[in-house]
């Protein structure tokens, strides 16, 4: 059977890692793009694909080229409340993976929108425990509905509304921060972003351990670097290209 899978520019590595660890010995890669990857599998039900979380779209190939079968992967049952400019879940994924998310974190998402990465994380990463905070009351009652449809433990999760420039956690509390940071890409935004992505560097240097990392999402990549100085250094860049915008997820490390 020839399959194609489709996926964000960007994160190919993590793609094929994600099909390494799910059907190690059981496809042969026939051609790769940017964005896709062909491969040949015996694998006969497309819907085996399922448990792949950094593709968007599975396709069962005729000879002749046409879509035999069709799969969007990309959907998590969840995931019934979006805030404009969710994270797609296959991002959210990658960034619970680049940031090693396990089950020794307790992981915090300051601009949590409707819960995509503190949901990603608990489900799929098994972090001890996640707290999320938003400003806007919609997005926490959002991110409060996402985890009910999750069926996640009550007492793995603490959700509530918090402007980023008054929040407070007690210090060293966090091993990792993680996050899609609002983007200033509309004029007049950008001012109230310095102030923003200040508040967020000098919360996450306070509230991380010695060894913390924030894994951040952002088209602001200037600002970030601007405001890291001193107390972050860069661990990794993963460049992403997405709806005609250029954000990269920044693994940052305590200095
Ligand atoms: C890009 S969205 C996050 C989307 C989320 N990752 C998701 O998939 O649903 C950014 C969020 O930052 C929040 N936000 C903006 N300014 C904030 C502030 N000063 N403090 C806390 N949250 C803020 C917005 O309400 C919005 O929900």
Redesign the pocket.
Known sequence: MKYRLKFIKGIKDFVLEDLQTNFTDKYTITSQTETTISFESDILDIDEFRTLKTVLHIALINDDGSISVERNLFKREWRKH????????TL?YVMCKAGELSNEDIVM?????????PVTALLDFDVQKVLA????S??VS??KQNFIEAKINKNKYSIFI????R?RIQKGYLTKVI?????GIRAGKHN?NM??YK?FINFSYSALTANGKVVA?TTEKILLLENIKDKFSIEKEIKIAQGGLYPSIFILKKI
């Open positions: 979006l805030v404009p400019a969710g994270i797609n879940p959210a998402d300051p601009f949590c929108g409707g819960g995509t990465i905070s938003d400003i806007s919609k997005a959002f991110t918090s402007d980023i420039k929040l996050t899609n940071m609002p983007f109230k102030e923003l508040a999402f």
